[in-house]
């Protein structure tokens, strides 16, 4: 490792399987924004010490989409084969730093506030990996890996949805830390519904139909 770096990388590829309507669920408006924006401005406004936001899915509609920051955008060609691809994709661009926060593009409630919090996690004790935990008291993004957990990845599958899940919720291989916010959950958008709870629970006015 160069130096000690901690960096965000933001995954905004999915293929909105689950999203009823017109526009792939990145482009979804918040306010003046798209849920993609907002998700990067985000982690933009942390103390993270790069950004990097992985496109797949409606790549140039998506990238197009985000305002101009400091978030470096990449495109990874393999995001139908799950989130692993694209966060090696990011990894990788992000140029070998010692620690990666995976951040959702689908879940514009992580705040720059939250994301603080996990870094100074890192500044503290240095994990292997550390996952977020709400009010509902399960575990939840964002995560948390060290260059070590990044690399135990390499012996498992890349592919699929659920490898991170398996790697640092089911059977990790070393110990996981827990960082407790008091809060509600960020809503995971999935649907049209859950984009409606997530405008809810930011405050945002429902966009004009």
Not at 22 to 47: C, H, I, W, Y
Not at 142 to 158: E, K, N, R, Y
Not at 183 to 199: M, N, S
Request: with cysteine; glycine share 8%; charged share 15%.
């Amino acid at each position: 490792m160069s130096r000690d770096r901690v960096a965000g990388v933001v995954l905004i590829a999915g293929t909105s399987e689950r999203m009823a309507g017109p526009l792939p669920k990145q482009l979804l408006p918040f306010g003046d924004r798209t849920m993609a924006a907002l998700s990067v401005a985000n982690a933009e406004a942390s103390r993270l010490d790069q950004v990097v936001a992985v496109t797949g899915a409606a790549a140039g509609r998506v990238g197009a989409s985000l305002t101009s920051g400091r978030a470096t955008v990449v495109h990874n060609p393999e995001y139908p084969l799950g989130n692993v691809t694209s966060l090696l994709c990011g990894v990788a661009a992000a140029g070998a730093p010692s620690a990666v926060v995976l951040l959702l593009g689908d879940m514009p409630g992580v705040t720059p506030d939250i994301i603080d919090e996990i870094v100074a996690v890192w500044d503290e004790s240095r994990p292997w990996a550390a996952v977020a935990v709400y009010d509902d008291g399960a575990p939840n993004h964002p995560f948390l890996l060290s260059a070590d957990a990044i690399a135990a990845m390499t012996g498992v599958a890349t592919s699929g949805s659920k490898v991170l899940w398996q790697l640092l919720i089911e059977a990790p291989p070393e110990p996981v830390v827990e960082v407790r916010f008091a809060r509600p959950a960020p809503v995971d958008v999935d649907t049209l519904a859950g984009y409606h709870a997530a405008l809810r629970q930011l405050g945002f006015h429902e966009p004009d139909s």
